[in-house]
């Protein structure tokens, strides 16, 4: 989990806005692999989402305190799907759609300034992905402390994929 972790945080580093995006929608299904290995990728996706995301895109507005939900599991495994499958960031065809239709993002315009998480017409939802690379980077580090007393899972962590050095020096095996 450290390397896709720190993949993360050299993306967003880089200003790799796509391998951010990228490496943001997928670390929740991976993440709800370990937790509901035997659940498909839709249910875990959404139900990590639910538990690890949902509240920052949770809000109460007004003095009444109604509250507007930004983005849900559905939509968020829905962007997911079309980003990581179609390339595209519209998602009225994916099955797993509930409320928005297509997502906008947008780079970081100074290091100060975030423009994030604003609703447009009802079913567009504006995000930047610095931002929005940030918050699912944060969800996965509070879900690795969740998870730490847990040896089954943190056993599973241990056999992610590896990209290996080869050092020619020492020879070359597999």
């Given at each position: ?11 967003l ?9 990228f ?12 937790d ?20 920052i895109?949770t ?36 099955k ?15 290091p ?13 939802l504006?995000?930047?992905?610095s ?11 509070k ?16 056999n992610?994929?590896?990209i ?11």
């Amino acid at each position: 989990m450290n390397n896709f972790i720190d993949s993360l945080r050299k993306a967003l580093i880089t200003e790799n806005w796509y391998a951010v995006l990228f490496i943001s929608l997928t670390l929740p299904d991976i993440c709800g692999k370990i937790d509901e290995p035997d659940k498909g990728s839709k249910i875990r996706t959404i139900n990590w989402f639910n538990k690890y995301l949902a509240p920052i895109y949770t809000v109460k507005i007004g003095p009444e305190c109604i509250e507007h939900v930004f983005l849900t599991g559905g939509d968020f495994y829905a962007l997911r799907c079309a980003y990581l499958h179609e390339g595209s960031d519209e998602i009225v065809n994916q099955k797993a759609q509930e409320i928005l239709h297509r997502f906008k993002f947008i780079q970081p315009l100074t290091p100060n300034i975030n423009i994030h998480r604003n609703a447009f017409n009802g079913n567009i939802l504006q995000l930047q992905v610095s931002e929005f690379g940030k918050e699912i980077l944060n969800a996965v580090e509070k879900w690795l402390v969740d998870i730490s007393t847990d040896a089954d899972k943190i056993n599973k962590l241990k056999n992610f994929l590896n990209i290996e050095l080869i050092d020619f020096s020492k020879g070359f095996t597999l």
